[in-house]
T-cell receptor
Framework: EAQVTQNPRYLITVTGKKLTVTCSQN?????MSWYRQDPGLGLRQIYY???????DKGDVPEGYKVSRKEKRNFPLILESPSPNQTSLYFC????????????FGPGTRLTVT | GQNIDQPTEMTATEGAIVQINCTYQ??????LFWYQQHAGEAPTFLSY??LDGLEEKGRFSSFLSRSKGYSYLLLKELQMKDSASYLC??????????WGAGTKLIIKP
C-alpha cells in the first residue's frame, strides 16, 4: 500500500529535550516536506527536500532541522524544543519537484511543556 | 504579502449543495489545489486547477478564475461523511504552496 508513515503519532516532552520525528514514504517520491498546523493558521511549511541531500527552508524553519540521506526518509529534528513548538506536524511527499498533489502522513501531535 | 481567504465555517444540510469560496493574492500563480481534511486526520487531495474553468470529479467540482483570483469548491448531494475541513492552496511564482486556514464544513441531517 502506497503511504507516508510518521512516528511517533503522539509525543509529550519537556523543554530542551531533543527529539526526532521520523517520516518515511514508499512511493519513490523525490519531493518531501514538513508542515505544522495550528488552529486558525492553516498549514505552514517548515522544510522541504527536492531530492536526496537537497533540503531548503520553508516559511517557519526556526528551531527545526532536517536531513535527507535516503530518498524514502525525511526526519524532523527539534534540537531544543520549546512550548511554542507544540503543534500538529505533517510530513508529505509528492512526485517531481512538488508540482503534483501531495500525500500526507497521519500526523504527529507534539506537546512541549 | 501573500494571502488566501476562505470562510472559517459553513453549515449545510444532507443532500443539498454547498459552495466553498477561496480568494487569493499571491506572487504569481502556478495552480490551485483543494484538499479535504477530516478532524484529526491528514489532508487528502481533491482537485487541481491551473486553467480557468470548471473541473468536475463526481460529486465534487472546482472552479477557477485567475483574473479574479478566485476559486470555489462545489459539493453536491452532501453526505454526512463530507463533514470536514476544506483547504485551498495556491502555488506561487516560486512554486511554493501557500495554504489557506481552511473552511470547516458542518453537515446537518
Amino acid at each position: 500500500e502506497a503511504q507516508v508513515t510518521q512516528n511517533p503519532r503522539y509525543l509529550i516532552t519537556v523543554t530542551g529535550k531533543k527529539l526526532t520525528v521520523t517520516c518515511s514514504q514508499n512511493m519513490n517520491h523525490e519531493y518531501m516536506s514538513w508542515y505544522r498546523q495550528d488552529p486558525g493558521l492553516g498549514l505552514r511549511q517548515i522544510y522541504y527536500s527536492m531530492n536526496v541531500e537537497v533540503t531548503d527552508k520553508g516559511d517557519v524553519p526556526e528551531g527545526y532541522k532536517v536531513s535527507r540521506k535516503e530518498k524514502r526518509n525525511f526526519p524532523l529534528i527539534l534540537e531544543s524544543p520549546s512550548p511554542n513548538q507544540t503543534s500538529l506536524y505533517f510530513c508529505a511527499s509528492s512526485l517531481g519537484d512538488g508540482l503534483y498533489e501531495q500525500y500526507f502522513g497521519p500526523g504527529t501531535r507534539l506537546t512541549v511543556t | 504579502g501573500q494571502n488566501i481567504d476562505q470562510p472559517t465555517e459553513m453549515t449545510a444540510t444532507e443532500g443539498a449543495i454547498v459552495q466553498i469560496n477561496c480568494t487569493y493574492q499571491t506572487s504569481g500563480f502556478n495552480g490551485l489545489f483543494w484538499y479535504q481534511q477530516h478532524a484529526g486526520e491528514a489532508p487528502t487531495f481533491l482537485s487541481y486547477n491551473v486553467l480557468d474553468g470548471l473541473e468536475e470529479k463526481g460529486r465534487f467540482s472546482s472552479f477557477l478564475s485567475r483574473s479574479k483570483g478566485y476559486s470555489y469548491l462545489l459539493l453536491k448531494e452532501l453526505q454526512m461523511k463530507d463533514s470536514a475541513s476544506y483547504l485551498c492552496a495556491v502555488r506561487d511564482s516560486n512554486y511554493q504552496l501557500i495554504w489557506g486556514a481552511g473552511t470547516k464544513l458542518i453537515i446537518k441531517p
